[in-house]
Each structure stands twice: as C-alpha cells, then as structure tokens.
C-alpha cells in the first residue's frame, strides 16, 4: 500500500512569511521518507467545516508549481480541483506545465466543486450540480482531446474550443494520470468508471466497499476492466504507526491501494518522521485486496 499526504491547512507553518518554508521543509521530508503523492486542497477560501474561512489557503497550482521545484520524486496534484474555476483549455495546459517543468509528476485531480461561498465571495460563477456535472464531464473530454494527438476544435454544450492546440506535450505518458473525486454513485462513480486512472473515497471501510461494489457495477456498465482503476481513499491519521498500520489493514481489506494522512498537529514535519516513517515500510508489504 502506498501513503499520499494531504495537505488541507497551513496554519501550522505561522506567519505568511513561514509558509514557503515550511511546505519546502514538509514536502522533502515527505519524499525523504517514501511518500508517493502530494496534494493540496483547490479552495480560496479555508473550508468552514475545518476551520475559519479567514485561515490561511494557496492557489493549488500555484503551490504544487513551487513544491515541483523544491522535489525530485514526489507526485503532485490538487485533490480535487473544482470544475467551475478554470476553463478546460487553460486547466489542460496548467497541468500540462505542471507536468512538464516536474518531469511527469503530475496528476489531475477534479471534481464538480461544491464550496458556494468562495465562488460567490470571489464573483465565480457557482451553477446548479447538474450543469456543474455537465461541465466536469466536458473538462474531462477536453483534456483527453488536449493530450492527444487531435488539436481539431470541440464543440460542447457549454464549452468550445477552436483549437485544442497543447505544445509541449505532457512528459508523462501517455498522458497525466486523471483522478476524480467524490463518491456520488449515479454520476460521479460512472465518470470514474468512463475516464479516470484513479478514484478517492472517504468514510469507513464499509463505505468505502459500498462504493467500490459501485464502481465495479458501472464499469461493467461501460466495459471498463475496474482494476484498472486506482482506490485511493480512507485516513491514516493516527498518534502511532502501529494505528496507521492497523487503519491500513481495514482499507487494503476493501480494495483500498492507496491511503492518505495529512499534516498533523503544529509540528506536521514531525509527524512524518515520527509517527509516518516507521511505518512505511511495513505499508510496503500490505497488499489491498483484488477490485475484480
């Protein structure tokens, strides 16, 4: 099993002035010890069910842009970036600089966004989630025409484009891996099954299974082999790496190949090295158990 961070707040590194800094020293320390993947959150505004809206956020990309610089190994993307606040074109070609100035370490992560009051607070257009699902599945299928070898137009209900021209092309091959967020189990699960590498479940290990008893059914569905299909998902937070390890075990047992922690406490560097680090390798040897 792999172990990805998430990074969801950054009051922990102090001022503004510490954050750079701090994400330097938290990222190197996270690819130091085995860490796959980082992730940042693609908010404006704090999510108010974690904290004050008024604590500290980074521009998603922007952030990934500065930890690609300050990394070799480490995989970077947005878990998971809002549908409504980039155009499909111009998100193609973020993660496609991304992807190119890190040497193919980046991933698209995307969903059909839900925070109401950054859009509104910010003047971004918030439409209703069927729109916002129409979209998503538009954003999905220009960025596979973007990465392809068509630069012809695209013409969707609420997107065209005359050119789906991409230069350079992505390093990564044959394109950036695509993961889709969320667990809603009409659309959000059929899209994954449609177009995505990778998925991301929270909940219990027993929402968790629920959810991956749907995938498969839609996969079925559209003829898609679900192995095929990343698990990431669940939470490894925990005060010891015998509680990771054991949290671990419930998530490989549904499927789950892929865990998350996130920085925890004020000291999130020494969570890693403490707490993370002795239990990588023991992760190594867990194997999630088969999707099909």
């Excluded at 969903?111 to 729109?131: D, K, Q, S």
């Excluded at 070898?149 to 695209?154: L, S």
Aim: net charge negative; glycine share 12%.
């Amino acid at each position: 099993m792999d172990l990805d961070i998430h990074v969801s707040r950054f009051d922990w590194a102090g001022s503004p002035a510490g954050i750079g800094p701090g994400l330097v020293d938290l990222s190197r320390t996270a690819e130091g010890i085995g860490i796959r993947t980082l992730s940042f959150m693609d908010h404006w505004f704090q999510m108010e069910r974690m904290a004050p809206a008024e604590d500290p956020m980074l521009e998603g990309y922007t952030a990934l842009g500065f930890v690609a610089g300050s990394t070799e190994t480490l995989r970077l993307r947005l878990l998971v970036g809002g549908v409504t606040y980039r155009y499909p074109g111009l998100l193609a070609k973020t993660v496609t600089t991304l992807d190119v100035v890190s040497g193919g370490r980046a991933e698209l992560g995307i969903g059909a966004a839900w925070y109401e009051r950054e859009h509104l607070g910010l003047g971004v257009p918030f439409p209703p989630l069927t729109t916002r699902f129409e979209m998503l599945e538009e954003t999905l299928q220009i960025c596979l025409q973007m990465w392809s070898d068509d630069d012809g137009p695209f013409a969707g209900e609420h997107f065209q484009l005359a050119e789906t021209l991409c230069r350079p092309e992505p390093v990564s091959q044959p394109r950036p891996r695509i993961l889709i967020g969320g667990g809603g189990e009409k659309k959000t699960l059929r899209l994954v099954a449609q177009y995505a590498d990778a998925c991301n479940f929270f909940g219990s290990p027993e929402d968790v299974a629920h959810k991956v008893d749907v995938l498969r059914r839609h996969c079925d569905d559209v003829g898609r082999d679900v192995t095929e299909i990343e698990v990431t998902g669940g939470n490894a937070g925990g005060s010891s790496p015998d509680r990771i390890l054991a949290r671990a075990e419930e998530y490989a047992a549904v499927g789950v190949s892929t865990m998350m922690t996130g920085p925890v406490g004020d000291e999130p560097v020494r969570y890693l090295e403490t707490v993370c680090a002795p239990a990588m390798e023991r992760l190594k040897d867990l194997a999630p158990a088969p999707l099909a």
